[in-house]
């Protein structure tokens, strides 16, 4: 049975940071590009940060240069360091594969206030 289980959010502070976790179990995530989405109320999934097998990472232009994304391929995880974080990133936040969706996880709530 393949579940993914996110960790890591909480209520912040506007400037603080959080770091996400993403473990996976039931597949391995070795050779499979890995993201990091987020889903605002009222808004659609969107994803913000995204890794490849080789360790190409990218981010939406929102995070980019506050996120980091990155992976453990022999813990099966995956994790989003957030710095600087901002009222608009509060959403809940669930990582999954970039292509071939595994079912999602419950996701972590990530709550910024100002």
């Known amino acids: 049975q393949v579940q993914l289980v996110e960790s890591g959010g909480g209520l912040v502070q506007a400037g603080g940071s959080l770091r996400l976790s993403c473990a996976v179990s039931g597949t391995i995530i070795r050779g499979n590009a890995m993201g990091w989405y987020r889903q605002a109320p009222g808004k659609q999934r969107e994803l913000v940060a995204q890794i490849t097998s080789s360790y190409r990472t990218t981010y939406a232009d929102s995070v980019k240069g506050r996120f980091t994304i990155s992976r453990d391929d022999d813990k099966r995880t995956v994790y989003l360091q957030m710095n600087n974080l901002k009222p608009e990133d509060t959403a809940v936040y669930y990582c999954?594969?970039?292509?071939?969706?595994?079912?999602w996880g419950q996701g972590t709530q990530v709550t910024v206030s100002s």
């Open positions: 999954n594969r970039v292509f071939s969706f595994l079912g």
